[in-house]
């Protein structure tokens, strides 16, 4: 009984519209608890259309350790998710570089799957690995509106102006809808 109500108790102070603001102005860990459990699985499923999943866990530890060393550094002008997401797509540009391996990421060589292929695997893995060859930007852009952000958001989360932000989009949508017509040949 008394383990309900503190689960009840719980749930009714978990109603804060921005956790991530109260957790920035009051420090108070209950805040970031919350929003490690609003956005973590978000967050984590960006990162791993990206990335490996051992680096996607990795860049998704230092995006809490950054919010953590700098939370007075948020200021309530937008989304927390989009927030969240901009330091970790730093995260992850910087990890690239480290490893050397932007120069693969922006090959615009794109894999092709054969109708063999694409009958013997689930229409979502596919649609993922059509993703995956993408050039690094498309794919990032792509996979920000997949995630459910707006193209407002997406240019302040990669920094690039609005009409980039939909042009890649459009070129990795064209690049997707080309592969499929040639499976269905």
């Known amino acids: 009984m008394l383990s309900s109500l503190k689960m009840w108790c719980a749930r009714t102070t978990s109603n804060v519209e921005d956790p991530l603001y109260e957790y920035a102005t009051t420090g108070k860990v209950k805040y970031l608890e919350q929003v490690i459990e609003r956005y973590q699985s978000d967050l984590f499923h960006f990162l791993k259309t990206q990335t490996q999943a051992a680096s996607a866990e990795d860049i998704c530890q230092k995006?809490?350790?950054k919010v953590i060393e700098k939370n007075s550094a948020y200021r309530q002008q937008g989304h927390p998710k989009a927030y969240l997401f901009q330091i970790a797509r730093n995260l992850l540009v910087?990890?690239?570089?480290?490893?050397d391996?932007?120069?693969e990421l922006t090959d615009n060589k794109v894999g092709t799957t054969s109708t063999y292929e694409f009958t013997k695997?689930?229409?979502q893995s596919w649609l993922y690995q059509q993703i995956a060859?993408?050039?690094f930007l498309q794919k990032e852009a792509l996979s920000l509106q997949l995630e459910g952000f707006s193209l407002?958001?997406?240019?302040?989360?990669v920094g690039a102006a609005q009409e980039t932000v939909k042009t890649r989009i459009r070129y990795a949508k064209?690049?997707?809808?080309s592969q499929v017509s040639e499976n269905n040949e």
């Open 101 to 103: 391996k932007l120069s």
């Open 174 to 177: 064209e690049t997707i809808k």
């Open 152 to 157: 407002a958001e997406i240019a302040q989360i």
């Open 121 to 123: 695997v689930s229409e």
């Open 63 to 65: 995006t809490w350790l």
């Open 94 to 99: 910087d990890s690239i570089r480290a490893s």
């Open 133 to 135: 060859t993408l050039p």
